[in-house]
T-cell receptor, first 114, second 114 residues
Framework: DADVTQTPRNRITKTGKRIMLECSQT?????MYWYRQDPGLGLRLIYY???????NKGEISDGYSVSRQAQAKFSLSLESAIPNQTALYFC?????????????FGDGTRLSIL | AQSVTQPDIHITVSEGASLELRCNYS??????LFWYVQSPGQGLQLLLK??????LVQGIKGFEAEFKRSQSSFNLRKPSVHWSDAAEYFC????????????FGTGTRLKVLA
């Protein structure tokens, strides 16, 4: 099984709908992240969480919210989806106890908003 | 400001040819440096990382990268490219300690000609 699992893998929905993307991990890492990827823009950080009680905004948090239900679960919500939120979304984890460790990524959720 | 620049958006090489992907960074503290590869439909996979010590680091799939502090560069190289190396490559930087933040370049898409 994958260490970082994202569901769904693909989603098509309409403008104005509420959408939740889910991420679960088996790595035991405290830190979890949500990114979006757009062509030519690389990865941009939406939200990150150091633990269940610590959630922080990233550089592009407007229009998004998150929930850290447990150490292993971190969900991203779009309360009212709009077309410019069409993108590839990635969840990632990292281990803070070992400085400078790389992030571990899920396979992504491709989201299309019509 | 902290940033990572990958100046080449697209690179095309013939199979068997050598490869160098460029990465320049701007970072106030001692950086940790990473290269990731993203194959279609998949998440980012770590190729290699540099923390300290020998400035030439070896990674998976025959890749290596050289850290040059004087040039603020961390270029990725491979002596002989295989068709399966066609993918998108991302350079990333993170702080040496205590931070959440990883900064990604915008990526370089590699095409391999048979």
């Amino acid at each position: 099984d994958a260490d970082v699992t994202q569901t769904p893998r693909n989603r098509i929905t309409k403008t104005g709908k509420r959408i939740m993307l889910e991420c679960s991990q088996t790595k035991g890492h405290d830190r979890m992240y949500w990114y979006r990827q757009d062509p030519g823009l690389g990865l941009r950080l939406i939200y990150y969480s150091f633990d269940v009680k610590d959630i922080n905004k990233g550089e592009i948090s407007d229009g998004y919210s998150v929930s850290r239900q447990a150490q292993a679960k971190f969900s991203l919500s779009l309360e009212s989806a709009i077309p410019n939120q069409t993108a590839l979304y990635f969840c990632a984890t990292s281990d803070p106890d070992r400085g400078g460790q790389p992030q571990h990524f899920g396979d992504g959720t491709r989201l299309s908003i019509l | 400001a902290q940033s990572v620049t990958q100046p080449d958006i697209h690179i095309t090489v013939s199979e068997g040819a050598s490869l160098e992907l460029r990465c320049n960074y701007s970072y106030g503290a001692t950086p940790y440096l990473f290269w990731y590869v993203q194959s279609p439909g998949q998440g980012l996979q770590l190729l290699l990382k540099y923390f300290s010590g020998d400035t030439l680091v070896q990674g998976i799939k025959g890749f290596e990268a050289e850290f040059k502090r004087s040039q603020s560069s961390f270029n990725l190289r491979k002596p002989s490219v295989h068709w399966s190396d066609a993918a998108e490559y991302f350079c990333a930087v993170g702080a040496a300690s205590g931070t959440y933040k990883y900064i990604f370049g915008t990526g370089t898409r590699l095409k391999v000609l048979a």
